[in-house]
């Protein structure tokens, strides 16, 4: 099993969430997962990235963010946890949004997916049962 995977204080903006993801998919490949399963994984990680992103912080400076994954015996579990207050979106200029799904896409994309948010903060965990995963 790999280190576990520990990002803290990262800033919640695109081009830092971006690197954060490859390198997450680097992690979780480096773990023994096939590609398909990381690809689920770092989707559903991002997306709750991109929530940080739109839902956390009041403009201004971007918050930060902090990522935690590691494996354990038979699963891999990734712990995104923001330090800001939930607020409403930006209004979707487009005609047809695609915004709103976020939690959506990683409840189908994770085996389980936890969601609290108090004063302090919003923690996600994402959890895949890795059992047939092959390495």
């Given at each position: 099993?790999?280190?576990p995977?520990?990002?803290?204080?990262?800033?919640a903006?695109?081009?830092?969430l971006?690197?954060?993801?490859?390198?997450?998919m680097?992690?979780?490949?480096?773990?023994?997962?096939?590609?398909?399963?990381?690809?689920d994984?770092?989707?559903?990680?991002?997306?709750?990235?991109?929530n940080?992103?739109d839902?956390a912080y009041?403009?201004?400076e971007?918050?930060?963010?902090d990522?935690?994954?590691?494996?354990y015996?038979?699963?891999l579990?990734v712990?995104?946890?923001d330090?800001?207050?939930?607020?409403?979106?930006?209004?979707?200029?487009?005609?047809?949004?695609?915004?709103?799904?976020?939690?959506?896409?990683?409840?189908?994309?994770?085996?389980?997916?936890?969601?609290?948010?108090?004063?302090r903060?919003?923690?996600?965990?994402?959890?895949?049962d890795?059992?047939?995963?092959?390495?």
């Amino acid at each position: 099993m790999p280190e576990p995977f520990r990002r803290h204080g990262v800033p919640a903006a695109p081009g830092a969430l971006r690197r954060l993801r490859h390198d997450l998919m680097d992690w979780v490949l480096a773990a023994g997962v096939g590609e398909a399963r990381a690809r689920d994984i770092v989707l559903a990680s991002y997306e709750a990235l991109a929530n940080v992103a739109d839902h956390a912080y009041d403009g201004g400076e971007p918050g930060v963010v902090d990522v935690d994954a590691a494996t354990y015996p038979g699963r891999l579990e990734v712990v995104i946890t923001d330090h800001g207050q939930w607020r409403l979106p930006m209004p979707d200029p487009r005609p047809v949004s695609l915004r709103g799904r976020g939690l959506l896409l990683l409840r189908a994309s994770a085996d389980r997916a936890d969601i609290t948010s108090g004063e302090r903060g919003t923690v996600v965990t994402l959890t895949w049962d890795l059992e047939s995963v092959k390495p």
